[in-house]
């Protein structure tokens, strides 16, 4: 482990002394944007309670972490694959299924009310972009920009909402047009295809791709490409600590190192070798 000031960083694997980072990736809900703080806590429940209505003798604890389970592991790509998989596991049950979009559209209602407080006290400025950003995100967004590494944000969320949150936490002047999420009809993973951009187009000058997120999706997405995988295991609710459910989850997808948030972002860095 090392620290500064405040920084901490889990080492795994060190990055390769020679490697040059000349791109870096970032997933956006957990890993930068704080927005939808809470989504599992209106998924998981809505999801159980669907699985309650189709299992004849299931428990609820059961189907909870049941449901649970398989939107962990599927956490980072669109939303609709975890309405899909939500589709499947009533099909098992000996239940007819609603289209996926149609679980889709109950959840992304529920999360609307959670969340509808939060975006209209950033739009009014009652809430600053700071009070739903994770700490230093910002400052370590500029620190790249000012070293030339080109930065991509790519989500599971739709993209339309993506880029209102991002302008509302004043994150759009880093990334400009290289924001992308899910759209409707399309199931290519918005990650996947971005890393095979990046690759193709972007890394011909013999630099490497750097990435960043709390899913395990991204994380071994980036492995996959030969890039070196930040994990950033936020814990949502109080900052500045590490979530350990996020870190194991992390760490199994093979993630190269561990932080909590991008706090002491000189010293990250300078750790990066960037």
Request: aromatic share 8%.
């Amino acid at each position: 482990m090392e620290n500064a000031r405040t920084t901490y960083i889990e080492v795994i694997n060190r990055p390769d002394p020679g490697v040059r980072f000349s791109a870096a990736l970032f997933d956006f809900d957990g890993t930068l944007s704080l927005v939808r703080e809470g989504w599992q806590q209106v998924m998981t429940p809505y999801f159980a309670d669907v699985l309650m209505k189709t299992a004849a003798h299931g428990a609820y604890d059961e189907e909870r972490n049941n449901a649970e389970e398989f939107i962990d592991i599927l956490t980072g790509k669109q939303t609709i694959y975890q309405c899909m998989r939500l589709a499947d596991e009533v099909k098992k049950r000996g239940g007819e299924p609603l289209p996926a979009r149609e679980y889709k559209n109950e959840y992304l209602k529920r999360l609307a009310e959670r969340i509808k407080d939060r975006k209209t006290n950033l739009k009014n400025g009652a809430a600053r972009p700071e009070d739903f950003l994770v700490t230093g995100a910002a400052e370590f967004l500029n620190a790249l920009t000012l070293k030339n590494v080109s930065v991509y944000l790519a989500s599971g969320t739709d993209l339309c909402d993506v880029l209102e949150e991002a302008a509302l936490l004043n994150l759009t002047r880093y990334f400009d047009k290289n924001i992308f999420g899910a759209v409707d009809g399309r199931l290519d993973c918005s990650k996947e295809t971005i890393i095979d951009e990046i690759l193709n187009d972007k890394l011909t000058d013999g630099g490497y791709l750097l990435g960043f997120g709390d899913g395990y999706v991204e994380i071994e997405l980036i492995k996959k490409a030969g890039g070196y995988a930040v994990g950033v295991a936020s814990d949502e609710k109080t900052r500045g600590r590490i979530d350990l459910k996020k870190r194991r989850r992390l760490v199994a997808a093979g993630a190269d190192a561990i932080i909590p948030d991008f706090s002491g972002s000189e010293a990250l860095i300078n750790f990066l070798n960037i």
